[in-house]
Nanobody, 116 residues
Framework: VQLQASGGGLVQAGGSLRLSCAAS????????MGWFRQVPGKEREFVAA???????YYADSVKGRFTISRDNSLKTVYLQMNSLEPEDTAVYFC???????????WGQGTQVTVSS
């Protein structure tokens, strides 16, 4: 599966952005989808995930502010980010994991910058 992330940009603290990740392939509905982020010099960190059964998981740092969702008919996963903070500034990556496997497919990343 190939992934294309989009929707990043520059936003003021307290603002919102919605990231999208469009997937190719015919078995999108069988994949768990995740969002990760990375700041230069730091390890990539988990942000949110949604399984093929629509269960969702969030990092503590984004709970209550971010919402992950998916539209299998469009083969797209979304990350709605509200109440953004400067600490959310990072390159955001989407990833796909086939059912119980690890994340084996990654998108190219989209930059999110939150100004104070």
């Amino acid at each position: 599966v190939q992934l294309q992330a989009s929707g990043g940009g520059l936003v003021q603290a307290g603002g919102s952005l919605r990231l999208s990740c469009a997937a190719s392939g015919s078995t999108f509905s069988s994949y768990a989808m995740g969002w990760f982020r990375q700041v230069p010099g730091k390890e990539r960190e988990f942000v949110a995930a949604i399984t093929w059964t629509f269960s969702t998981y969030y990092a503590d740092s984004v709970k209550g502010r971010f919402t992950i969702s998916r539209d299998n008919s469009l083969k797209t996963v979304y990350l709605q980010m509200n109440s953004l903070e400067p600490e959310d500034t990072a390159v955001y990556f989407c990833a796909a994991a086939y059912k119980g496997n690890s994340y084996g497919f990654w998108g190219q990343g989209t930059q999110v910058t939150v100004s104070s």
